[in-house]
């Protein structure tokens, strides 16, 4: 049980490169979570998905697009990366409700 | 709209010490409490979910503790050892489809 897996694990792009986060969870969960942490501003929610098929925008989705590719996979697209997207990015689900499950992060630098 | 409040930003304390992390929100009307556990460079592991029913939820040394009509949770680890420093987060969620509402952290380092 591999939980919620997260690739890649490091990327440097260039402003203006575009790119695509990939998570998946083997947890049969509903629900899942694209964050992302910066020093001082805690986590914050960039898009969710609460169950298959439907996507909503969080707290910061300018910058971001989702897609729930299946029950499994929910991917964070950067169309055109700004240096302001610099971060680490978090996936999470949740069966709906309940205890939310972190993947390792994905440390992201645009230059 | 629902905040989160966790105080002190950091603590440090000696090895073998018991202590309380704080966790306040400002809306009472939770669905659940959810107690995280972050080591530098790596994401969140989940300690403890407490439901709005439920007084307090424990896993070995850690016990989390709910009083909704004051808005706070405690976090009390026992025994505290070096392997517990990290940064601990409690999140809210307001209702059973909500999302968790997170609060800044409490940085935790155990001295030997």
């Known amino acids: 049980n591999a939980g919620v897996t997260q690739t890649p694990k490091f990327q440097v792009l260039k402003t203006g490169q575009s790119m695509t986060l990939q998570c998946a969870q083997d947890?049969?969960?509903?629900?899942m979570y694209w964050y992302r942490q910066d020093p001082g501003m805690g986590l914050r929610l960039i898009y969710y998905s609460a169950s298959e098929g439907t996507t909503d925008k969080g707290e910061v989705p300018n910058g971001y697009n989702v897609s729930r590719l299946n029950k499994r996979e929910f991917s964070l697209r950067l169309e055109s990366a700004a240096p302001s997207q610099t971060s680490v990015y978090f996936c999470?689900?949740?069966?709906?409700?309940?205890?939310?499950?972190f993947g390792p992060g994905t440390r992201l630098t645009v230059t | 709209k629902q905040e989160v409040t966790q105080i002190p930003a950091a603590l440090s304390v000696p090895e073998g010490e018991n202590l309380v992390l704080n966790c306040s929100f400002t809306?009472?009307?939770?669905?659940?409490l959810q107690w995280f556990r972050q080591d530098p460079g790596k994401g969140l592991t989940s300690l403890l979910l407490?439901?709005?029913?439920?007084r307090e939820q424990t896993s070995g040394r850690l016990n989390a503790s709910l009083d909704k009509s004051s808005g706070r949770s405690t976090l009390y680890i026992a025994a505290s050892q070096p392997g517990d420093s990290a940064t601990y987060l409690c999140?809210?969620?307001?209702?059973?489809?909500?999302?968790?509402?997170f609060g800044q952290g409490t940085e935790l380092s155990v001295k030997p």
């Open positions: 947890m049969n969960h509903n629900s």
């Open positions: 999470a689900s949740n069966r709906w409700g309940y205890e939310q499950y």
């Open positions: 999140a809210v969620r307001n209702n059973q489809g909500g999302k968790l509402i």
């Open positions: 809306d009472s009307a939770i669905y659940n």
């Open positions: 407490i439901q709005s029913s439920q």
